[in-house]
């Protein structure tokens, strides 16, 4: 079924850790995006992809690095994790589909990843 | 500077009562206009857009473009409506394919 995925759905993990966020999508879609998300608040995006080997930076500064080597699968990952790190992100992919009144770029969400730094 | 914003942070309104929900952006060129819902323990998903003037799940949207305003209305509110709403303009002009989120409002609608 296709489907965006996202692993792992929680993670507690200590200061200074390397980490990686994967996300996968089998949509067969190009444009992928990563959001951070506080509980209740705004989304800002921090990474997105126009497709393999195209990454670029979101409007929130992020100390997050991506990678784009297959159309499907663009993990996230924190080198050194901090407490300042601790939030919800999100995992995006969207394609250009059918709806009234015309063909809408529409954005297709993961369950997310909820990270805690201690 | 492309911005969107969503006065309300938090609505309560009563089930049965009609409730809107503000949007306003500022952005150049005709911007493409969506709103998102995002239910309790599910994920972010796309509600309706402005070109489609339908009506999704009893909401309907309002885009006026001399107050920059695309508000989010339904007649008579009911408990499964609450929910977090985002309302997300995407540029027709950008050079990516890249969609604004607002802060969110979040819908309670009280028995």
């Known amino acids: 079924e296709a489907d965006i995925y996202q692993t792992p759905r929680y993670l507690v993990i200590g200061t200074g850790k390397k980490i990686t966020l994967e996300c996968s999508q089998t949509?067969?879609?190009?444009?992928m995006y990563w959001y951070q998300q506080d509980p209740g608040m705004e989304l800002h995006l921090i990474h997105y992809?126009?497709?393999?080997?195209?990454?670029e930076k979101g409007d929130l500064s992020s100390e997050s690095t991506v990678s784009r080597i297959r159309t499907e699968h663009f993990p996230l990952t924190l080198e050194s994790a901090r407490p300042s790190h601790t939030s919800q992100y999100l995992c995006?992919?969207?394609?250009?589909?059918?709806?009234?009144?015309?063909?809408?770029?529409?954005?297709?969400f993961g369950p997310g990843t909820r990270l805690t730094v201690l | 500077a492309q911005r969107v914003t969503q006065p309300e942070k938090l609505l309560s309104v009563f089930k049965g009562a009609p409730v809107e929900l503000k949007c306003n952006y500022s952005?150049?060129?005709?911007?493409?206009l969506f709103w998102y819902v995002q239910y309790s323990r599910q994920r972010l998903q796309l509600l309706l857009r402005?070109?489609s003037r339908e009506s999704i799940k009893g909401f309907t949207a309002d885009l006026n473009k001399g107050e920059t305003s695309f508000h989010l209305k339904k007649p008579f509110a009911q408990e499964e409506d609450s929910a977090m709403y985002y309302c997300?303009?995407?540029?027709?002009?950008?050079?990516?394919?890249?969609?604004?989120f607002g802060p969110g409002t979040s819908l309670s609608v009280i028995p």
């Open positions: 995006a992919s969207s394609e250009y589909i059918g709806l009234a009144g015309g063909r809408g770029l529409v954005q297709f």
């Open positions: 952005y150049s060129g005709s911007p493409e």
């Open positions: 402005h070109i």
């Open positions: 992809s126009y497709g393999v080997n195209s990454t």
């Open positions: 997300a303009p995407r540029g027709r002009k950008t050079s990516y394919d890249k969609v604004i």
């Open positions: 949509m067969g879609h190009d444009k």
